[in-house]
């Protein structure tokens, strides 16, 4: 479909192996609203664009990999989609300044930029319970870019302000059977468990920390 066209890397958790496009060499023509396109004559600020996609790329699917193999996540269990492409964007942003990749956690800033757009500046109200009940949000080609942004603020935050909730959540989800999908009022009990049933103040505590990111 439309959506599989323009992804430039996947990994998948039946196979447990990684797809990787390499956009200096071409990458899919539409992936990312055309951002990996290679134009011809293409100069030498696009080909530095290009390398950063790929190793934001490589280390985005990589992080995938490492967390199903280690016990981060559970492969054949449910895993929410935010959380398993919040924590891939945690740790795939590049340095900018040194042109490579050699920190964890660094600000994904064009997921910020969205993010800030949306929701700080934009006035649009955040969907946190919707990405926390179900995936639909991340599957949708209509709403996947801005929730992907969303999902890397959410998880952003909850590393950098409530890390040893965001363990403890971790460990409930690890405790998940094989090969049985949670309800979505399930999905959303396990976040509470973990970070309290105030969903409402979460939220307001969220919005006022990322406006204090740079």
Not at 57 to 78: K, P, W
Not at 171 to 176: P, R, V
Not at 187 to 202: M, Q, S
Request: net charge neutral.
């Amino acid at each position: 479909d439309e959506m599989a066209r323009n992804v430039i890397g996947y990994y998948s958790f039946l196979s447990n192996r990684m797809v990787l496009f390499d956009m200096q060499a071409g990458g899919p023509r539409a992936g990312l609203g055309n951002v990996g396109a290679r134009r011809p004559g293409a100069g030498p600020r696009d080909i530095e664009g290009f390398e950063e996609v790929n190793i934001a790329t490589v280390i985005h699917e990589a992080t995938h990999q490492l967390a199903y193999n280690c016990g981060f996540h559970r492969r054949f269990s449910d895993n929410p989609l935010w959380l398993a492409e919040g924590m891939a964007m945690f740790f795939e942003a590049p340095n900018r300044r040194a042109g490579e990749w050699k920190a964890i956690g660094e600000v994904n800033r064009p997921r910020l930029d969205l993010f800030r757009q949306e929701f700080l500046m934009g006035g649009r109200p955040t969907e946190i319970q919707k990405l926390l009940r179900d995936d639909e949000l991340l599957r949708d080609k209509r709403t996947a870019l801005v929730a992907y942004a969303e999902s890397w603020a959410l998880t952003y935050y909850l590393m950098k302000t409530k890390s040893r909730q965001f363990f403890e959540y971790l460990k409930i989800l690890g405790e998940k059977p094989h090969l049985l999908q949670d309800t979505p009022d399930q999905r959303l009990a396990d976040f509470r468990a973990a970070f309290g049933t105030d969903i409402e103040k979460l939220e307001e505590e969220f919005l006022r920390y990322m406006r204090t990111v740079r």
